[in-house]
């Protein structure tokens, strides 16, 4: 019996490693297609019978599917990571001195932001693979180890984002005699002001940065908008900056699917699309322009929650060798760690990634905690299959629905389960296109954020309205154009007022969810249900302030008596309506 058939779904044959060698040498167009990755349910006879090259030619069509059916399923891929070892290899000749190579870094620093040491070393061979670099930084008996990268013509950079002020000094080390055992010292002032320093878990459930202030991760994705040229890029910068968002979910490498056809005008690593790409050696102009775009988000306030892998590739980036995906990640990691606001993401939808295994998401996960002494968050998101948050690397649940329509609903189970800040990631996107996962209604995607938010989680935005040009701010950025942000905003300042800084979810209703603290505060959402009034059981002697909130108009109508012990109170009978109760001092 054929392990495949003409009826087994097309996702099956691409899985198998074999079978997608003969899709792409006979169908290349195919395994290329930006729509491949919605064909990938149906039966592989139907996929091969509908194809546009294979539609007149029968023949080569059986031949396929013949081939298809004769494959054993395929043995496990060795994905072992030959291991760098460079370190162990002199790149210089001994008549080189050590510590010869020029040396630039500044004298006085200051604690929550970059300090850079940058040094002229060789450039023979090849820097990227053949160089290790290095430095140990010492301060209040404290030493830190951090990674230095090659960023081309000679230059290598040692990055430290500094965790606390001090009396610093540093000592480099490297398999090249001329960039070892170069030591210096230098001052680090105490942090400014209105720096708060980078963001961490809180409170198990919840975000906050290093200085204390509460952080509600608002999110937006936005996968590809640094590739789109300066001019979306800027607009989507804009866009940003009169938005309520404060993450934005976006990809190192370019992206090819449902609108995200066009190519990107940089690319990842030295070489073409004609010719191939040399993944032993990454463009330090890309990572250039990628860092200037993260530091910009950065001045706007807004955390940069950056996916590693992707699925949705025409280039070969996601089918790297694990050698050449190793020195990816370490290289990423050496070059952006030290950005304040930088989030760890290890993939969008990992399950689609057929040929990485869990050891190998595993392996990546040491690779960043090793070469990212600033311990940014890290996650890893999902398409159909959840991973398991709670290996201790998870710091928090980056997480797609599972269902079609229990989305934020799934926060309390989660939470429990986990045990981890829940972060819903893509909830669906408020827009029109086909798939189902991009057009619901500006209403539901705000009704979603709220239920989310009095479970004590958190929820992402995405926009995906069909567009003459094909720019949806889900994969270009550019303009917002739907209805959820300005609701998504007023959700954010009535969350920003709960007490603490974030929402705590309450028990005591069977039909609305409700967060804040017992007796003190609560917030009751009512979602798409609509109540002409409401019946209260509180405790006698706590006189109540009560708050009659349209969600969706963004207003908040404050009661003008104040309440305790059993009580009615009206309501205006339509969707969307939220009640806050204050307690009276």
């Known amino acids: 019996m054929a392990t495949y058939t003409a009826t087994t779904p097309l996702v099956e044959v691409m899985r198998d490693p074999a079978g997608y060698e003969i899709i792409a040498h006979h169908v290349p167009e195919l395994a290329a297609n930006p729509l491949l990755h919605t064909l990938y349910h149906y039966q592989l006879g139907l996929i091969l019978g509908t194809e546009e090259s294979l539609r007149n030619d029968p023949a080569k069509k059986d031949e396929i599917l013949a081939q298809i059916e004769a494959l054993e399923p395929s043995p496990p891929v060795d994905r072992t990571a030959r291991p760098n070892e460079a370190h162990l290899v002199a ?14 870094y500044a004298a006085e620093g200051r604690a929550w932001e970059r300090y850079e040491i940058t040094l002229e070393g060789p450039s023979h061979g090849n820097p990227f ?14 030493t830190l180890s951090v990674p230095g990268f090659y960023d081309g013509d000679g230059t290598y950079r040692i990055r430290l984002f500094l965790p606390f002020e001090g009396e610093w000094s540093f000592t480099t080390r490297s398999n090249a005699a001329s960039l070892h055992a170069i030591t210096g010292n230098f001052t680090a002032a105490a942090a400014p002001r209105e720096s708060r320093g980078v963001v961490r878990v809180a409170d198990t459930f919840h975000f906050a940065y290093e200085d204390g202030t509460p952080y509600l991760p608002i999110g937006t994705t936005s996968y590809v908008w640094t590739h789109q040229g300066d001019a979306l890029e800027e607009e989507t910068l804009r866009s940003l ?4 968002f404060n993450k934005m979910r976006m990809c190192v490498f370019p992206k090819s699917y449902l609108f995200n056809e066009n190519e990107p005008e940089l690319y990842p690593y030295e070489g073409s699309l004609e010719a191939g790409f040399d993944y032993t050696r990454p463009n330090p102009v890309y990572y250039r322009h990628l860092e200037k775009r993260i530091t910009q988000l950065e001045e706007l306030g807004i955390e940069a929650d950056l996916i ?13 060798s694990p050698a050449a995906d190793d020195l990816y990640v370490k ?34 996960a040491a690779i960043v905690q090793e070469n990212d002494p600033t311990d940014h968050l890290i996650s890893i998101h999902n398409c159909r ?14 997480i797609q629905r599972l269902d079609a329509y229990k989305t934020a609903e799934m926060t309390t189970e989660w939470r429990q389960q986990w045990q981890k800040p829940v972060v819903i990631d893509e909830c669906a996107y408020e827009g029109d296109i086909d798939q189902g996962w991009g ?12 239920e989310g938010a009095v479970r004590g989680g958190y929820v992402g935005h995405g926009e995906t309205y069909v567009h003459p040009d094909d720019v949806l701010w889900w994969a270009k950025g550019g303009k917002l154009h739907g209805t959820s942000p300005d609701r998504i905003g007023f959700l954010r300042r009535i969350m920003e007022e709960a007490p603490g ?85």
Request: proline content about 5%; charged content about 25%; some cysteine.
């Open 308 to 320: 590693l892998f992707h699925a949705y590739d025409r280039w070969g980036f996601s089918r790297m």
């Open 129 to 142: 693979t053949d160089v290790d670099l290095a430095a140990n930084f010492t301060a209040n008996g404290q």
């Open 385 to 398: 299959e959840m991973y398991d948050h709670s290996r201790p690397w998870v710091t928090h649940c980056s």
């Open 501 to 585: 800084g974030h929402l705590e979810p309450l028990t005591g209703y069977w039909d609305a969810s409700s967060a804040g603290i017992q007796d003190q505060y609560e917030l009751i959402y009512f979602g798409f249900s609509q109540p002409t009034y409401r019946r209260f059981v509180l405790p006698p002697g706590i006189q109540f302030e009560i708050d009659v909130i349209d969600t969706w108009n963004m207003t908040v109508k404050t009661l003008p008596d104040t309440y305790e012990g059993r009580f009615k109170i009206d309501l205006p009978g339509q969707q969307y309506i939220a009640v806050r109760l204050r307690a009276v001092a």
């Open 241 to 244: 900056e009169f938005g309520p």
């Open 331 to 364: 290289y990423v990691t050496a070059r952006l760690a030290s950005h304040r606001n930088i989030w760890w993401s290890l993939a969008n939808e990992f399950d689609l990634m057929f040929e990485k295994t869990i050891e190998d998401w595993e392996r990546f």
């Open 91 to 104: 790149f210089e000749p001994e008549s080189v001195a050590t510590g010869s190579a020029n040396a630039e």
């Open 439 to 450: 057009n619901i209604t500006g209403e539901e995607m705000t009704r979603r954020f709220w």
